[in-house]
């Protein structure tokens, strides 16, 4: 909820400031992102450009962050242990509201535009977070959970911070490019767009994207969830003509 | 080449799904067996997720074994009153198994378990094998004492269950429940290690049923056939893991190396053809259990709710 009227305000930003405050326009190469059968990751390119009241010439010291953010979900953490010679799963965390997709480019590295408090309150940078842990684990639990869970997606390319990703050109244009992996989950994603000065947040954007599984693969996905079982006999029924097939070929071939 | 699987959802080549099938294949067209057990933990290695693995690995059989019901069908190697009963008990353990696969998904163990239970399988499997074919080829002296023990027809333990049918193809005069709790072992195994389990029932089949041996091998393919196709069902209902795209892929290899296998079977020496399958088998039990005490490289996961 407190995100919700973080995010609210910060879009609602420039109209109560009124003339006083730059504006955004940001877009986004690709509307919609489809995973094709081949697909090895794309890159997505969000721009767009500040506008600033009467014609102002921009003051330098300006920054933009660009956030592109996955639907989010409950996820369960877990953690392995080396138990009789054997390494096994162990202790577990449950996260309710984990991005399954995270990205933040920022025209200078964060630390250096907001303090951790602003950070927080509109979720900038992987160390802000609100993963909403479920009840019951030590505060050092957590942490090293969380920390488990970053590490792992930010190898995996599903998180990922560029400190120097977006750039500037005339203090009007900006520019981000983000990479999209190929294992990322499909959904409604938001691209947010924050203008930063003097540690902080000026002006603020969103932009939705979604990014579908389409063709033959997106297809499949999509029968394996809605029709399972006929999904199961369509899978039976393929195996089977192809072992029957090519028995029947090979047999006409050799005798 | 690079492919996308859609439930595993990730990139692989398809040059390497279809090797791996092909491979597999060349196997069981020369010794005659199903080939899962090699299947999914190669799969695993490679970085399908395990349950994907299992479940696709299945389906894959489906396919490689309608040819061999076929043929023996064809040679009246098939007993379909015994089929019958084996595939019930198989049908069964594959909705059990189903639901311990859920359980045990869930608790995040489905990994271990699957590693531990393939170590066993195949390490026990692997050593029989090679002593068997070693004996066979005079690297090594029969023990005396095996030897010297009489044939017996019939397990004491399965003399003793009631109700007994009459089995006419196989010869046998037993209780249906033998062959009924023996169905739903193969079945359990088959939904959590995605194997056919022919390695496990045909010598089941001979030495603790006592079928007559023309109709073991064929009837044990129809079991797999049916228990590998419910088996698929159950997964694509309760696990949803079946990757139709990988099961094709590894289909397409399997079936045309099955046929040279075959080919390669009558120029080789069936008991180098068993030592040589030994000694694979022996190395994937050794991989997995390297795997199991190894720091693995990932000490966190994340699984979906």
Redesign the interface.
């Known amino acids: 909820m407190r995100r919700l009227r973080a995010f609210l305000l910060a879009l609602a930003a420039p109209a109560l400031l009124a003339q006083a405050e730059p504006r955004l326009v940001p877009d986004v190469s690709d509307r919609n992102v489809e995973i094709h059968y081949s697909f090895s990751g794309a890159e997505l390119l969000l721009f767009g450009a500040i506008i600033y009241p009467d014609g102002r010439l921009p003051e330098a010291g300006t920054d933009v962050a660009v956030v592109l953010k996955g639907p989010l979900e409950p996820i369960v953490v877990r953690e392995k242990q080396k138990v009789a010679g054997i390494w096994m799963n162990v202790g577990r965390v449950r996260f309710r509201s984990a991005p399954s997709f995270y990205a933040v480019a920022s025209s200078r590295p964060l630390a250096q535009l907001i303090d951790e408090r602003t950070a927080a309150i509109y979720e900038l940078g992987l160390e802000s977070l609100q993963l909403s842990p479920g009840g019951g684990a030590r505060a050092e639990v957590l942490r090293r959970f969380e920390h488990g869970l970053l590490d792992l997606r930010l190898r995996n390319q599903l998180y990922a911070e560029y400190p120097r990703g977006v750039e500037i050109s005339e203090g009007v244009l900006y520019r981000a490019r983000i990479l999209i992996p190929a294992r990322v989950p499909v959904g409604t994603y938001t691209a947010e767009t924050f203008l930063i000065r003097d540690g902080r947040v000026i002006a603020g954007a969103a932009r939705e994207i979604r990014i579908e599984k389409l063709g033959f693969e997106g297809f499949v996905a999509e029968a394996a969830e809605r029709w399972a079982f006929a999904y199961g006999v369509t899978a039976v029924a393929v195996s089977l003509l192809l072992g029957w097939g090519a028995s029947a070929a090979f047999r006409r071939r050799y005798g | 080449m690079?492919?996308?699987l859609?439930?595993a959802?990730?990139?692989v080549n398809v040059l390497v799904i279809v090797g791996l099938g092909g491979l597999v294949g060349l196997l069981t067209g020369m010794v005659g067996v199903g080939g899962g057990f090699l299947t999914t933990p190669i799969l695993i290695f490679y970085g399908i997720p395990p349950a994907v693995a299992v479940a696709s690995a299945t389906?894959?059989i489906?396919?490689?074994?309608?040819?061999g019901v076929?043929?023996h069908r064809r040679r009246r190697g098939v007993d379909v009153q015994m089929g019958a009963v084996i595939i019930a008990g198989g049908i069964a353990g594959s909705i059990v198994g189903g639901f311990i696969f859920r359980l045990l998904q869930q608790s995040?163990?489905i990994?271990?378990v699957i590693s531990?239970l393939y170590v066993l399988l195949l390490g026990s499997i692997g050593l029989m094998m090679a002593k068997e074919s070693a004996t066979a080829l005079d690297m090594i002296r029969p023990s005396a004492r095996k030897a010297e023990r009489p044939a017996r027809r019939h397990n004491p333990l399965i003399a003793a269950l009631p109700m007994r049918w009459r089995f006419y193809r196989s010869g046998l005069y037993i209780s249906p429940l033998a062959p009924l709790g023996l169905g739903f072992i193969s079945g359990l195994l088959t939904v959590l290690l995605g194997i056919g389990g022919g390695f496990i029932m045909v010598p089941a089949m001979i030495y603790l049923l006592g079928m007559s041996a023309q109709v073991v091998v064929g009837t044990s393919l129809l079991q797999i056939l049916f228990v590998t196709?419910a088996t698929?069902?159950v997964?694509?209902?309760t696990t949803?893991s079946?990757d139709?795209?990988l099961?094709?892929l590894l289909?397409?290899g399997s079936?045309?190396g099955a046929?040279y296998g075959a080919?390669l079977a009558q120029k080789m020496k069936p008991e180098l053809l068993r030592m040589i399958l030994a000694i694979v088998v022996l190395g994937v039990a050794f991989r997995m259990a390297l795997q199991?005490?190894?720091?693995?490289e990932?000490?966190?996961?994340?699984?979906?709710?």
């Open positions: 690079d492919i996308y859609p439930i959802g990730l990139s389906t894959q489906t396919g490689t074994s309608i040819s076929l043929a995040g163990q990994d271990t531990i196709a698929t069902l997964h694509a209902t949803r079946v139709i795209v099961a094709v289909l397409l079936v045309v046929q080919w199991l005490g190894w720091r693995p990932e000490i966190y996961t994340v699984q979906m709710l």
